[in-house]
């Protein structure tokens, strides 16, 4: 395994929403003792603006960093603000946090799924997850999750499930939650002899070998889309976060995220961390 930054990005600007992912993810950063990088994305000036005024854009950079720090000193305190570093770029948000999750070396994004305050629309949010070359956590930045007792896994019998897996094994320890691996049976079958449940069952064989409490939960989706069976035993569950492994699947459109997984990460509030099929390593501090 290679060398792990142990570090969080965050996407904040500093509006009343950005306090509400600022909250979160510093819930993140402090159960999992990582630095947290805050990034505020703002447009790029044009030719014209950059001749006509250069002496003001000169600085401009600097001013939102310092309005940027001003907003988060605001509302953090002082053991969480050493473990804080700050990031202004121009640009568009899609492919400043692509260039980012490639190029810096973090150990996963965390994004809030509201246009107003990611500066994305769902389309975006979702080619950032299937392009992204780590994890990225996206929430409802209205929902704050104080404790994780509980992480659900939704299983689709297409995916991979390694890489997942890994991720999974990690923040259950951290968080000491117990795991409940879903899926869906879309057809009249006996539980047991689905394939659905014999990989749900493997899941949970290797979880526990790790040392994972874990249970499994097969669901009958008779009339409905599998998603939504599972979106509806989430929302009834309420659990701490969900954890997904995207599709490698195409389109025209570029997106590789799968309708599955895009239907889970839009119809969850609480946090949603995808993991890509780009990376496989996971923090320096963790030993399975």
């Not at 993810?25 to 003792?33: N, P, S």
């Not at 948000?93 to 809030?112: A, D, T």
């Not at 691996?181 to 079958?189: D, E, F, P, Q």
């Not at 570029?254 to 609480?270: A, L, N, T």
Request: aromatic residues 8%; hydrophobic residues 40%; contains cysteine.
């Amino acid at each position: 395994m290679r060398y792990r930054s142990n570090n969080i990005l965050t996407l904040i600007p500093p509006t009343e929403e950005g306090k509400s992912i600022l909250q979160q993810a510093l819930f993140f950063r402090q159960h999992l003792g990582m630095r947290l990088f805050i990034y505020n994305i703002i447009d790029k000036p044009s030719f014209l603006k950059k001749l006509i005024a250069p002496k003001k854009l000169k600085n401009r950079k600097h001013d939102y960093q310092n309005t940027l720090q001003n907003f988060v000193e605001g509302i953090t305190d002082t053991e969480n603000l050493q473990h804080i570093t700050y990031r202004i770029k121009e640009g568009s948000p899609l492919p400043v946090l692509l260039k980012q999750s490639k190029n810096c070396g973090y150990e996963f994004l965390i994004v809030g799924k509201n246009e107003n305050n990611s500066g994305m629309d769902a389309d975006d949010l979702d080619k950032l997850i299937s392009r992204s070359c780590c994890p990225v956590m996206a929430f409802e930045p209205g929902h704050q999750i104080k404790k994780i007792n509980k992480i659900v896994i939704p299983v689709d019998i297409s995916q991979s499930t390694k890489k997942k897996l890994l991720w999974a094994t990690y923040f259950a320890k951290k968080f000491n939650a117990k795991i409940t691996v879903v899926s869906a049976l879309g057809i009249n079958i006996k539980t047991k002899q689905s394939l659905a449940w014999r990989n749900a069952e493997k899941l949970k064989y290797m979880l526990v070998q790790r040392g994972i409490k874990c249970e499994v939960k097969i669901l009958r989706a008779s009339g409905q889309q599998k998603h939504v069976a599972i979106l509806d035993y989430i929302e009834k569950e309420n659990p701490g976060m969900v954890i997904l492994r995207t599709h490698q699947e195409s389109s025209l459109t570029g997106v590789e995220i799968g309708k599955f997984v895009s239907e889970i990460i839009h119809g969850c509030k609480m946090p949603v961390f995808t993991v890509t099929r780009f990376m496989d390593s996971i923090p320096v501090d963790f030993d399975l």
